[in-house]
């Protein structure tokens, strides 16, 4: 009995992906406000089909993931970690948001009904087992970039990609959305290499998205029928504080540090730190499948040479040679950047370098006098 129930649930399930939309059928994009997570800080988009007349309410969502998976974190940044697509009912999807307090947005798409025929069949081929995972990419392959592959792929002409806030370099962009939270952006700044400093060409962060498509007219008539605030939280006036998580606390932090670099045991520490930063760094770029960690200068700043100063002070024509070697580091790492947003994100660290350096320098000359 239990077998011939399953049978038949999964034959309605199959019969409720295969049959058409009616000609009611709405689909929308539903973009999600920032959370307090790290992995939510630059906010969710998914899909609703909501189809009354068939009595299908669904949102379709490429964002899925199990911290369960075996060694996650190393498949993370390794970068062949399994995302999925699902869907789930609408009011699970939202009531989901509003219990974490993250805005949600409704865009009504205007299309013919073929269009919709083409995004349903789309979308249910995506759940398909041989389909429903993919390797997740911090920019190419993300929740949001595969809503923009299924809609773009769909309708007769792209959405609009240059919008206020989507036309500098990836780095820049995804630097808005970590003003508040500055040792986040400061990691983020510091793991990330080349390939983040080029001009943007996609639309991939969700609300930049929302904005294309609420910008994007074909045929001469708007693609959003309908634009819908969901739920929007209340706004809770907080009072002014000195935030821990500033650039201003680390400044301040960068200068009490500065002052205690006059002694050889804190230098020590530092350097010791920095270079294991930098070995970190190093090996990331070998290991990681992840074109946004690739070819990253960062290894000059924390250079793996800092290791090998407090250990090499009595030899003094090899540590000579080596505190010499991490100024260059550090100068070439500033030329480097120079045009990049990097080197202001990174600035307090890079001073403290520097200081470090030159105290080390001039103590060591004046110990051998």
């Not at 392959?141 to 609009?160: A, G, L, R, Y």
């Not at 600035?347 to 105290?359: F, K, N």
Request: proline residues 3%; neutral net charge; charged residues 20%.
């Amino acid at each position: 009995m239990i077998y011939i129930l399953f049978c038949l649930l999964i034959g309605q399930l199959t019969y409720a992906n295969d049959r058409p939309l009616s000609d009611r059928a709405e689909i929308s994009v539903i973009t999600c406000g920032t959370g307090n997570q790290l992995y939510s800080l630059f906010g969710h988009i998914a899909i609703r089909i909501n189809d009354s007349f068939e009595g299908i309410d669904r949102v379709y969502n490429y964002g899925m993931f199990a911290f369960s998976e075996p060694n996650f974190y190393g498949k993370f940044v390794k970068g062949n970690l399994l995302y999925f697509a699902e869907y789930s009912t609408y009011r699970n999807f939202l009531e989901g948001y509003v219990y974490d307090g993250r805005a949600v947005y409704e865009q009504v798409l205007d299309i013919s009904d073929a269009e919709k025929q083409v995004i349903w069949t789309k979308l249910n081929k995506s759940l398909e087992e041989s389909n429903k995972y993919y390797i997740y990419k911090f920019i190419d392959q993300n929740c949001t970039t595969k809503v923009v592959d299924i809609v773009n792929s769909s309708i007769k002409s792209p959405v609009k990609v240059d919008v206020e806030g989507n036309t500098d370099t990836y780095r820049t962009i995804l630097n808005t959305y970590l003003r508040s939270r500055y040792f986040e952006m400061l990691g983020i700044n510091l793991i990330f290499g080349a390939k983040v400093d080029a001009q943007n060409t996609l639309l991939f962060l969700p609300d930049k998205f929302m904005e294309g498509l609420a910008e994007t007219k074909i045929d001469g008539k708007p693609l959003v029928s309908e634009t819908i605030t969901v739920f929007k939280p209340e706004q809770v006036e907080e009072t002014p504080s000195l935030s821990l998580n500033s650039m201003w606390f680390f400044s301040v932090a960068v200068l009490v540090l500065a002052g205690l670099m006059t002694y050889q045991g804190v230098r020590s520490v530092y350097f010791v730190i920095m270079g294991l930063l930098g070995l970190f760094f190093f090996g990331v770029g070998f290991y990681s499948l992840h074109g946004e960690l690739l070819n990253n200068n960062t290894v000059l700043l924390c250079s793996p040479v800092f290791l090998l100063l407090p250990f090499f002070r009595k030899k003094e024509k090899i540590v000579k040679g080596l505190q010499l070697l991490a100024l260059v580091c550090v100068i070439l790492y500033i030329v480097l950047n120079i045009t990049s947003e990097k080197l202001l994100v990174t600035l307090p660290l890079v001073l403290l370098t520097l200081i470090s350096i030159a105290i080390e320098m001039r103590l060591f000359k004046r110990a051998k006098r």
